[in-house]
Structure formats: structure tokens, C-alpha cells
């Protein structure tokens, strides 16, 4: 690899341990696919564990989510699972409110959730006023519910409440503190296709919920009355044995939120992926929590003996769930020009040639880019005045190259953003922030 003189390479082959990042634990049927992750800045806006928890008469915590009506800084988000989005569910967990302002028409609190809330919404969501508990339900209709069912009266603060959602597939059941406070059946359901499952803060990030969650459980049937009863009761008079009752119930996911308190680790002291290319330390990398080292590599012998790999979650060292979470909230499909598809049908394959990857993979990401362009659910075709393109493309250059000091292709970029009328520019480049910036354009995620 090194005779082709590549200007970075890592190899990966670091056995430094990598601190783990703050998870909030599942120990339900579906494991770590589907743990979450505490959201914020840990000791400040999430504490955990937080004692006691719902639980009398034990010592299992809980943790205190710090939201701020349309802003969230303390929350726990599970990235989007397919197996928490299901035709039919329950969830349940319980909540105590540190504030109960504002009444069911607003503003509210969303104490958890689990769906798409930009347009058009799919999925499920729980709010909390000074009213009571308010369980909506969605059908892709633009904004609209299909379904809005309140009960359970007005909240205090600093009381424990077992909140629990039942849908069967017809009807959809509200319960509070063990008992059927509303019911009702939607014109129609449609589970969400991208949003997580979040604690504290509807999915997409606004409407923050402040106060003290336990105990949270999904399931993908509609668990009885009697259940869900049961379920209440045993806080209060089987609080050790909480935990095995609730997943004798069988739920795919269950979340104690009583993990032990959680200390950022400094960046500096992280471990770091050698790049051995010819820009040599100016390109080494960073394994941030999420990221696990000394994992088998390709038994390939042309790698070398003892060959490692990083191992990636998904949720963490990754701008996966960035990007996510950006698309939920922005809601339209992101424009897609010739140019990118270009760029990344080009990329593809220089992975096949290099090779990094086989061509049946590389094939299979073509038809899955070629897929959604027709839906545009994610993407959406946009055609360009490219002489209008260059030549802002060269104003841009000309206006701030010889401070910025900026790529090529960054300037076709940005450009071409620029010529759309949009206002924000996704990117996870930090070196491809400042001409955005410089142009007028927010940079997001």
C-alpha cells in the first residue's frame, strides 16, 4: 500500500483500550442492538444514578433528565430499531415531573417517545403537562395525529407515575399508575421509519421533559390490563424483584437507567490511529468512546501477521446518528445533484478497485441509492444551472480562498448550496466548515 504513496493510511491495528461510552444499558430480549444513549453534558443535564428510584425499598437509581421545554440538553436516545417500531406495542416506564406548567394544548413536556416527528409523522409519543398525560399516535398525514387520548389528572411534583401505552393494532389504551385512564382507535398507525426511541425529549429533540425517569420497557404485543397492573403493583411490593417480573413479560427492550456515574474521558488522553501515510501524525486519528480496538481482522495473510481491526457501534465515534437525527428534523428529502451522484457512484467504486470492498456490496449500495431516489424519501433529485454554479464557485474563491485557503471540490460544494437558496450545509468535515460559514450558510449537524 505504502508504494502508492496514499497520503493517509491506518492500518487500525491499536490495542489500546478505548473507555467505553455512556450506555444506557438494555437488558431485553434484543440486547445491545438496541442500547441508548445518555444524551448531554453527564453530572449536569443527566445524572445517573439517581437515588432512589421508583423502586421502594431498593437501592436500584434512576436517572434526572434536565429538558427545557423546546430545547433538550439531558435525554436518552436509542437509535432508530425496527424491532421498536411495530405494528402493535406497549411501552411503559415511570416518571416523576420536576415541573408541571402548561396544559395539554401546550406547552408541554414529552416524557418519552419513539418515531418521525418531522412531516409527515409516524409513530408514538407521550406528553405531560400541568394536565395530565397526553398519548398521540401518527399516520404519515403531514402533521397531524391520528389519534390524541389524555387522562390521568394533574400531575405533582416529585410523585412517582407508572405511565404505560397499549396498542393492540384497533385500540390504543392510556394507563396511569396501574389503571385505563383513556382509550380510543386511530383512523390509522404507521410505526416510524427513522426516529429513535427517546427518554426525556420527543425523538426528533424538542420539547424536553425535567424530572426523574425508571424503569422504561418496550414490547411489540399489546400487554392486558391485568399486566399492566401487575406491573404497578410489583413497584410497591416487589421493588428487588422489579426487574425479573418485567422481563418474564418477555419486552425487546428494557432500560433500568441506574448505570453507574459517567465521566467524559478528556479527548487528549484517548487512544490514537496511527496514520503511517505520508502526511504522517497531521492525518492520525482519534478511537472515541464507541469505538472498540484489537478486534480480528481480514485473515488475509498479504496483511501481516497478527492483524487487527476497530470494531464501530453505530451510535458513538461515528456521525451516523448525526445525520440521522439532522434528517428527522429537517423533514423534506436532502437535494441530490448529478455532481453527488457523481461524487459518490465514483467513490464506490474506487473502493472496489482499491479494494476495500467486493463489487457485489458496492452494487448493492448503487441500488439502494437508486431505490430511494425514486421514493425520495432521503434523497431527492436536483437539477443545477452549472454556468451559474462555476461562476459562484469562483466568487466564493475569489472573495475568501486566500484566507480560508479552500479545496476545489469544496468550492463546487458550497456553491452549488449556495445557488439553491439553502440556508444550512450538512457536513462532518471539519475542514470544510469555515467557507459555509463564510458564504452565509449555517453548518449543521
Not at 450506555?23 to 430480549?29: D, E, K, L, P
Not at 425508571?214 to 401487575?230: H, R
Not at 434523497?379 to 486566500?402: I, S
Amino acid at each position: 500500500m505504502l508504494s502508492f504513496n496514499p497520503a493517509a493510511y491506518w492500518r487500525l491495528n491499536e490495542t489500546a483500550i478505548v473507555p467505553f461510552p455512556n450506555v444506557a444499558i438494555n437488558i431485553g430480549s434484543a440486547g445491545a442492538d438496541v442500547n441508548g444513549n445518555y444524551t448531554g453534558t453527564a453530572g449536569t443535564t443527566f445524572i445517573h444514578p439517581t437515588e432512589p428510584g421508583a423502586l421502594p425499598g431498593s437501592s436500584d437509581g434512576a436517572v434526572t433528565l434536565s429538558g427545557n421545554g423546546y430545547t433538550a440538553p439531558g435525554y436518552m436516545l436509542t437509535p432508530y430499531n425496527p424491532i421498536l417500531n411495530t405494528p402493535a406495542f406497549t411501552a411503559e416506564g415511570w416518571f416523576n415531573p420536576a415541573e408541571v406548567d402548561g396544559t395539554l394544548a401546550g406547552p408541554t413536556h414529552c416524557a418519552f417517545s419513539c418515531g418521525d416527528f418531522a412531516s409527515p409523522r409516524a409513530g408514538w409519543l407521550v406528553y405531560q403537562s400541568g394536565e395530565g398525560w397526553n398519548l398521540r399516535m401518527y399516520n404519515r398525514n403531514g402533521t397531524t395525529f391520528s389519534l390524541s387520548i389524555s387522562g390521568g389528572g394533574a400531575p405533582v411534583v416529585g410523585n412517582w407515575y407508572h405511565v404505560a401505552v397499549v396498542f393492540d393494532g384497533t385500540t390504543a389504551r392510556l394507563y396511569i399508575n396501574g389503571g385505563q385512564v383513556a382509550s380510543g382507535a386511530p383512523s390509522s398507525y404507521v410505526p416510524g421509519t427513522a426516529g429513535g426511541l427517546a427518554v426525556g425529549v420527543r425523538s426528533d429533540n424538542p420539547f424536553g421533559w425535567n424530572g426523574v425517569a425508571d424503569e422504561v420497557a418496550c414490547y411489540t404485543n399489546a400487554l392486558s390490563a391485568e399486566v399492566i397492573a401487575a406491573h404497578y403493583g410489583a413497584a410497591k411490593t416487589n421493588g428487588s424483584g422489579y426487574a425479573t417480573q418485567i422481563l418474564a413479560d418477555h419486552p425487546v427492550a428494557c432500560y433500568r437507567l441506574n448505570e453507574p456515574t459517567y465521566v467524559l474521558p478528556d479527548p487528549s488522553t484517548l487512544p490514537v490511529a496511527a496514520n503511517i501515510g505520508s502526511v504522517g501524525a497531521d492525518a492520525k486519528g482519534t478511537d472515541y468512546p464507541g469505538v472498540s480496538s484489537a478486534i480480528a481482522g481480514p485473515p488475509y495473510s498479504g496483511l501481516g501477521a497478527g492483524n487487527y481491526a476497530c470494531q464501530f457501534d453505530g451510535a458513538h465515534g461515528s456521525s451516523s446518528p448525526k445525520a440521522i437525527a439532522f434528517k428527522v428534523r429537517y423533514g423534506p428529502g436532502l437535494p441530490f445533484t448529478p455532481w453527488y451522484r457523481l461524487e459518490v457512484r465514483n467513490t464506490l467504486r474506487l473502493t472496489v478497485c482499491q479494494p476495500v470492498m467486493d463489487s457485489l456490496p458496492a452494487k448493492t449500495q448503487f441500488q439502494q441509492i437508486d431505490a430511494d431516489l425514486k421514493v425520495e424519501a432521503l434523497l431527492v433529485h436536483q437539477a443545477m444551472d452549472w454556468t451559474n454554479v462555476l461562476r459562484a464557485a469562483e466568487k466564493l474563491g475569489a472573495n475568501h480562498n486566500e484566507t480560508i485557503g479552500c479545496r476545489r471540490a469544496d468550492l463546487f460544494y458550497i456553491a452549488a448550496a449556495v445557488q439553491l437558496g439553502g440556508e444550512q450545509f450538512l457536513t462532518f468535515d471539519i475542514k470544510q466548515t469555515a467557507l459555509p460559514k463564510a458564504g452565509g450558510l449555517a453548518v449543521k449537524p
